[in-house]
């Protein structure tokens, strides 16, 4: 009896191991900004662990409000694993199209941080940069610090799921003053429960006049089918020109 118990936990482990590593991490494309900086666009897509469903979604942040823009976010998946994602990709741009030309939203702005999900040695919580690449001029670092926080559990369906965590995201300037960006009181439906949070991708775009608007990704974690699931959200906000 003791020796079938033994097997049936190591048969159990062996099929948990490759299981661990199968997460949906989704990967992201960024679309641009508008001329004026007052909108950003990004695209999140891959293949759902479990269905094998691929699927693409594009959001159109509006910068003022730091909330998602009219129309948006648009989302498609294709419910047959043999469909190739680069049709879920196609599908979605072409309804997202519109919108982005109604916004003139174009591959605009400078990549100042990125960090990928392969990147160990990088700091998921912190990180220092500056809004130009005119190293003959150097200005002095800004820094973005986030820091995961507890929130009320949002609802009974993240049971079992893991500690559901919220976020503070803390913008620095290189004068040292600190403000709060993002802070949550409590989880957006949309999340759906959320384990932990790195910084992914920093962007900056000034326009010809006007403030400088930053935007940060950072990469959602939460349980999945199969293993940990990776998510994109967006953070905004401008700065005055320098």
Request: with cysteine; proline share 8%.
């Amino acid at each position: 009896m003791i020796a079938t118990r033994i097997l049936t936990l190591l048969f159990a482990l062996l099929i948990a191991v490759p299981m661990a590593r199968a997460g949906d991490y989704a990967f992201r494309d960024i679309l641009g900004f508008s001329p004026d900086g007052k909108y950003f666009a990004f695209e999140e897509y891959g293949v759902q662990d479990g269905s094998g469903f691929p699927y693409s979604n594009i959001f159109v942040i509006d910068v003022a409000t730091d909330s998602w823009a009219d129309g948006t976010p648009i989302r498609r998946r294709i419910d047959d694993e043999a469909t190739p994602l680069s049709q879920a990709r196609g599908e979605a741009r072409a309804k997202a199209d519109p919108i982005l030309k109604k916004l003139a939203v174009e591959p605009r702005g400078l990549l100042v941080v990125s960090n990928p999900a392969t990147e160990l040695s990088a700091d998921p919580y912190e990180v220092r940069f500056r809004l130009n690449a005119f190293f003959n001029m150097p200005e002095r670092a800004w820094n973005l610090r986030l820091t995961p926080i507890t929130v009320p559990e949002p609802a009974a369906a993240c049971d079992n799921l893991g500690p559901v965590k919220g976020l503070k995201l803390e913008l620095t300037s290189p004068e040292g003053e600190t403000r709060v960006i993002a802070q949550d009181k409590s989880i957006p439906e949309s999340r759906f429960c959320p384990r932990d949070y790195a910084i992914s991708d920093v962007v900056v775009f000034t326009p010809e006049s006007g403030e400088t608007t930053i935007a940060v990704l950072l990469s959602l974690f939460r349980q999945g089918f199969e293993g940990p699931d990776r998510r994109f959200i967006a953070v905004t906000t401008r700065v005055p020109d320098r």
